[in-house]
């Protein structure tokens, strides 16, 4: 691994040890790796139409919304829009079911934004 890696703490950043790096990577895909496995090409068709509209709709995606556009009965969608939702890595609904973030976009303000070639801009989840 080339570069330095350096963790934040409040205002201070400290160095962090490569090897130390490299295990919370290794951690990090043990566990998505089955969790990735468990989707269905539904869940990847919903997942994917998600972070690749949310950009562009800059608001929350409602699960209507997303139905219509992947071509999918509602009451699938929301099912896997739950499914997803349990798993924290993927997604997060806001309390009126409307998607706020996939991974790795988010419409909610956060520290770090992304702006695309296309210049559309959005923060990172």
């Known amino acids: 691994m080339g570069g330095k890696v350096r963790m934040g703490l409040w205002r201070h950043m400290f160095p962090l040890p490569g090897a130390l790096f490299e295990m919370g990577v290794e951690k990090g895909r043990k566990k998505i790796i089955p969790e990735l496995a468990s989707m269905t090409k539904g869940h990847q068709v919903v997942h994917h139409f998600i972070v690749r509209q949310l950009p562009s709709h800059g608001i929350p995606m409602v699960p209507a919304f997303v139905a219509e556009a992947v071509d999918l009965p509602l009451g699938q969608v929301a099912a896997i829009l739950q499914e997803l939702e349990e798993h924290m890595t993927v997604l997060f609904r806001n309390d009126e079911g409307a998607v ?21 801009k959005i923060y990172a989840a």
């Open 100 to 120: 706020v973030w996939a991974y790795p976009v988010t419409v909610e303000e956060m520290p770090h934004s992304l702006t695309f070639s296309s210049g559309q």
